[in-house]
């Protein structure tokens, strides 16, 4: 065990290092602070407490209690809500908890498109449980400018009757409109969640539209914009309270023992932390500063001649438009070659393939973490086109297997580019002025 536990040492300095050096644009990444990782790395992964605080099936959990209440009382007041879980290992199950709290199998459900930029769980066919358990109606973006189109929602819905809409974004770069979707809902009938793991420390921030008033149930990760460990919440509104008042009895019963056994209290710990983190004054000033970095960082990318998805963005992330030239692979691969990591995306109407799209997806939490302001996102954006007008040479062919052959080749090709090395040396001299903490 001693030897596999240098090897793992040894990785996690690396792991750190890569980190530290390197800029992260992954927009569902960020840094959490040393609080955070000490609650989460302490000694409270040790125990057990299936159950709730006070309703325990283990002895000895009368400390366990007191920080889940803690991390409850922390995400009631930041969200100004009624009810909190915060036992959901991740986002994926806090939203199978949801679906199962709420519906019967085959019920109809309604959600954004993953292509779209909605989420495998808000009702993705055939490879998901949500798309794969239930009726599942997907709604998709208007064509011309890339937002949702509320109409064609609002037909949608009137026409499948759905039981349940979950609204919710990880690649869609705009505002979403809470109150539209309640009026749609409310309208039918049906359950309004909002999935908000994307944007939630925007949204306490007063950043982002708020879904407390709108929907019946909201739900977060803990480990994007909010910054916290990997883990996630469910919130019940006032208005979900309204209209069940066992809202929260049945949210709770279908986290444990519905779908989960004993939830993993350094996570608990550590979201505590985290929301306390984010109930202080300077948490306004970073979320408003992510998004301040995103809109800079975008019009620098489109003043190089990008173009940007939608035509921009009004939040953390945006996708960068590379249908001309197929390229959403080839950019991504030869960015993290000079060590700016971001995610090949698919664009609205995705005209090549899902495993070759054309868009790369980026964004500012992380680097708003450590202190990036606007200066340091037109550098960024110089960067990222300059390595595009580099990698452009890579369009992407139709053949199947020469696109596999020309990843392996742009991967061989960033490894040894000249310029890819210098940018590295560069964002690596960036990133020493802008350490993670
Ligand atoms: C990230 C995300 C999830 C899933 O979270 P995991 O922790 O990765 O399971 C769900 N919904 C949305 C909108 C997300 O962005």
């Known amino acids: 065990m001693k030897g596999g536990e240098v090897i793992i040492n040894d990785l996690i300095e690396k792991e750190k290092k890569r980190q530290n050096d390197t800029i992260q644009l992954i927009p569902s990444e960020n840094h959490t602070t040393p609080a955070v990782m000490e609650a989460v790395g302490s000694c409270l992964m040790n125990k057990y407490s299936e159950g709730y605080p006070g309703r325990r099936y283990y002895e000895g959990n009368e400390i366990i209690d007191e920080i889940e209440r803690l991390a409850i009382d922390n995400a009631k007041k930041l969200f100004g809500v009624p009810h909190a879980n915060v036992q ?27 292509s779209g930029g909605g989420h495998l769980t808000h009702g993705h066919p055939q490879v998901t ?17 890339a937002r949702i189109d509320i109409k064609k929602v609002a037909e949608l819905a009137s026409q499948h009757r759905p039981k349940l809409m979950i609204i919710g974004n990880t690649a869609y770069p705009f505002e979403l409109y809470f109150d539209q979707f309640a009026k749609i809902a409310d309208e039918i009938g049906a359950w309004l969640v909002a999935d908000i793991s994307h944007v939630a420390g925007l949204v ?130 030869a960015m993290a070659a000079a060590g700016l990591f971001a995610n090949k995306n698919t664009v609205p109407d995705e005209p090549h393939s899902p495993f070759y799209p054309s868009g790369v997806r980026i964004g500012t939490p992380a680097v708003t973490t450590r202190g990036m302001q606007e200066k340091e996102m037109e550098q960024i954006a110089a960067w990222i086109a300059e390595i595009e007008s580099l990698t452009k040479k890579f369009s992407l062919p139709s053949d199947k297997l020469e696109r596999r052959q020309l990843v392996k080749e742009v991967k061989q090709w960033a490894a040894q580019q000249a310029r890819l090395k210098e940018i590295r040396e560069e964002v690596g001299e960036l990133c020493r002025q802008f350490p993670v903490a």
């Open 88 to 114: 959901p290992y991740s986002g994926s199950p806090a939203n199978a908890a949801i679906l199962m709290a709420l519906l019967e199998a085959g019920d109809t459900i309604m959600g954004l498109k993953l």
């Open 204 to 333: 306490v921030a007063g950043e982002h539209p708020d879904p407390v008033p709108h929907a019946h149930i909201v739900m977060t990760t803990t480990h994007k914009t909010l910054r916290g460990p990997r883990g996630a919440m469910i919130l019940v509104t006032e208005k979900g309270l309204q209209r069940d008042p066992d809202l929260g009895g049945k949210i709770d019963r279908a986290v444990f023992p519905g779908l989960q056994g004993g939830p993993h209290n350094n996570t608990t710990a550590g979201i505590a932390v985290a929301l306390e983190e984010a109930l202080q004054p300077p948490f306004k000033t970073y979320a408003k500063q992510i998004r301040l970095n995103a809109k800079v960082l975008a019009a620098a990318l489109q003043e190089k001649g990008l173009q940007i998805v939608g035509g921009g963005t009004q939040t953390h992330l945006m996708i960068i438009d590379l249908r001309n030239w197929g390229g959403g692979t080839q950019l991504a691969a």
């Open 129 to 145: 449980f949500s798309g794969k358990f239930f009726k599942s109606v997907q709604f998709g973006l208007d064509e011309k400018n």
